[in-house]
């Protein structure tokens, strides 16, 4: 049964005739009421396009791809920054915007509810989305491990599963979690606040995909997305680095992983980033770019990563070394082998 949501919406067109115009799903993992998803959001609808933003109520970072739905209709405390208050809907929206929505779920459970509830009411006459933009996230999320820690990029895989195009957005920590009431420019230093430049660049970003899309194609194929990492952005102090260049990377080639580190004195462990050896063999794709790691931490410049979704086994000359090595009790002709019958390689 759908929740008892007594709001009128006004009717909104199914189709755009210019290719400028996009029907764009917002999500993230830091909250509904972060500084970089509401100036991603405000900057995105000034450049014309619909947006119907659905995240967190509360932080939900480093949750991945998990897909856990509240089994409360109502808040148990107090969304992030106060911005909703314990005992209200565990769905609703902003009081002064129909547009901005918070759900008590994971960041993917959020893009779910987008496409199966919220998007239903608010939109009645569409029937899928242009895109999905995650984030910008408070925090860079580089490497492949992400795909099971981010849950910026677990909103974004979500997404491109159920065949929407799907861009993941990761900025530096800017000042850490801030609420969008402290947005504030300029900065101490005479400069536009971080959160409003990661939100100018993600519109850049997007735009740049659509003026290049020809009208009537979708913005990526179909099970492809991105993920983008921004540099950490330097306006509150100075100008070092609030215009970052996008560049090309792949997501290993440098990527980290974590090394467990045991304190006698304690008798406890801590995580330490140490290269990651496996992480950063080249299986497939092309070796020759820059990781994304080196990129986005040693110097001022965007990390720009393809991705897709499909994780099946690589072809070449490793992958035959391991089908020779599994012969002859596991077939390679897509019928299945059963222990203790008498198979030939094939």
């Known amino acids: 049964m759908r929740p008892p949501f007594t709001l009128i919406i006004a ?5 755009f005739t210019t290719a ?24 995105l609808r000034e450049a014309g396009h619909q947006v119907l933003l659905v995240a967190p109520v509360v932080d939900n970072s480093g949750q991945g791809g998990r897909s856990v739905f509240t089994r409360e209709s109502t808040l148990m405390a107090n969304g992030e920054f106060d911005s909703v208050l314990k ?27 987008n496409l199966d509830f919220v998007m239903g009411e608010v939109w009645p006459q569409v029937n899928a989305p242009d895109l999905l933009v995650s984030g910008p996230n408070v925090g860079q999320n580089l490497g492949g491990f992400l795909y099971t820690l981010s849950g910026t990029m677990g909103a974004t895989t979500a997404a491109v599963g159920r065949g929407v195009p799907a861009i993941a957005f990761s900025a530096g920590s800017n000042g850490g979690q801030r609420s969008y009431t402290d947005v504030k420019s300029p900065t101490e230093a005479g400069l536009t606040d971080p ?45 070092s680095c609030i215009d970052p260049p996008f560049v090309r990377t792949r997501m290993t080639g440098g990527a980290l992983s974590t090394k467990a580190v045991y304190n006698n004195a304690t008798g406890i462990f801590s995580g330490e980033n140490i290269e990651g050896v496996g992480l950063n063999a080249c299986i497939n794709g092309n070796c020759s770019l820059r990781g994304e790691t080196d990129v986005a931490l040693k110097g001022c410049e965007t990390a720009v990563t393809i991705f897709s979704v ?22 390679t002709d897509g019928s299945g082998s059963t222990a203790g019958n008498d198979v030939s390689p094939t």
């Open 11 to 15: 009717t909104i067109s199914c189709c």
């Open 20 to 43: 400028q115009a996009l029907r764009i799903l917002l999500n993230n993992d830091d909250g509904w009421a972060s500084a970089n998803i509401r100036e991603t959001y405000r900057l």
């Open 87 to 113: 005992g209200a809907p565990s769905l609703g929206h902003d009081k002064g915007d129909v547009n901005i929505w918070y759900y008590n779920g994971t960041p993917a459970a959020c893009t779910f509810v």
């Open 195 to 239: 959160a409003t430049i990661s939100a100018n660049l993600t519109v850049k970003l997007v735009q740049q995909l659509i003026d290049n899309t020809p009208q009537g194609e979708r913005l990526l194929p179909l099970g492809y997305g991105i993920s983008v990492n921004y540099p950490d952005i330097t306006s509150f102090k100075d100008n």
């Open 310 to 331: 499909d994780y099946d086994v690589p072809t070449g000359p490793d992958t035959s070394k391991i089908e020779d090595r599994l012969r002859p009790l596991v077939r």
